[in-house]
C-alpha cells in the first residue's frame, strides 16, 4: 500500500512520543498488523526552543522549525506536523518557504470540534498558548467560542507542564488540579475542553474530566494518518 511519508517537526520529547506512538498503534487498524506509513522525526531540544519562546522571539523559533523541516524533506518527508500547540505560533512564519505542507493542530481541534458540535471550548497549554493567538485563530475561523482559566490558574498550569509532564511525571494532584479547572470552565459555559498541550493527555483522563476533551496530541497523529493514506 502506497502511503505518504509523514515528517514530525518535535519539540518535547513526550507529546512528540506520544503523536508518533498514536500513528503506529492506529495505522494497523486500515493497513494491517504492525504496518504504518513511513515516519520521521526531528527535534532540536526543548531548551533551545525554549530562547524563542519565553523571549518572544517567534522568528527563532520558526527558524528551528524551519530547519527540522528541510532535515526531514531531505529524508524523504511528504508531509509535516508539528505536536506542540505553542510553536504553532511561528508557523504562519515559514509555511511559504517550508518544502512540504504542514497540518495545524488547532486547525485539526477546530475541525473535531466542529464535527462534535461543541460551541465554546476551555483552552489549556503552556502560558504561552493559553494567552497566544493559536487556538483564536483557528477556533474563529471555525465559529466556535474559546475560554481560558484565570491568571493564577494559567500559571500553576504552565508549571505543572514543565516541570512534570515535559519529564513524564504524571502525579495525581496535578490531575485533580487540572479538573478543578476545567470546572470552573464549564461553569462560564464551556461544552468541552482542549488538552492543547501535547503533554496533557498523559495527565487528564477523559472518563473523569468535567468536560468532555479534544486531545489535540491524538486529533493531529490521526489527521497526519489519514493524509498519508489519501483518506
Known amino acids: 500500500m502506497e502511503t505518504k511519508h509523514i515528517g514530525i517537526v518535535a519539540c518535547s520529547a513526550e507529546g512528540a512520543a506520544l503523536c508518533y506512538r498514536t500513528i503506529c498503534a492506529e495505522a494497523s487498524d486500515r493497513m494491517g498488523p504492525h504496518a504504518h506509513p513511513e515516519i520521521s522525526m526531528h527535534t532540536f531540544c526543548l531548551a533551545e526552543y525554549m530562547k524563542g519562546i519565553r523571549s518572544g522571539d517567534w522568528r527563532a523559533v520558526a527558524d528551528l522549525m524551519l530547519a527540522s523541516a528541510r532535515k526531514l524533506a531531505g529524508c524523504g518527508a511528504d508531509l509535516l506536523i508539528c505536536p506542540d500547540n505553542t510553536i504553532h505560533q511561528a508557523l504562519g512564519l515559514i509555511r511559504d518557504d517550508s518544502p512540504c505542507p504542514w497540518l495545524h493542530i488547532a486547525e485539526e481541534v477546530g475541525r473535531a470540534a466542529h464535527t462534535r458540535g461543541y460551541r465554546k471550548l476551555a483552552v489549556t497549554g503552556t502560558k504561552y498558548l493559553m494567552t497566544g493567538p493559536v487556538y483564536p485563530d483557528a477556533l474563529r475561523a471555525a465559529d466556535i467560542g474559546w475560554e481560558i482559566p484565570d491568571e493564577a490558574d494559567r500559571e500553576r498550569i504552565d508549571e505543572i507542564i514543565f516541570s512534570q509532564l515535559v519529564y513524564g511525571r504524571i502525579l495525581e494532584p496535578s490531575r485533580r488540579f487540572f479538573n478543578e479547572v476545567y470546572s470552573r470552565l464549564k461553569g462560564r459555559g464551556c461544552d468541552a475542553a482542549v488538552l ?34 489519501g483518506e
Request: net charge negative; charged share 25%; hydrophobic share 40%.
Open 196 to 229: 492543547g498541550c501535547t503533554e496533557i493527555p498523559l495527565l487528564v483522563d477523559p472518563d473523569d474530566c468535567p468536560l468532555p476533551t479534544l486531545d489535540s496530541t491524538r486529533l493531529l497523529a490521526r489527521a497526519a494518518l489519514r493524509e498519508a493514506l
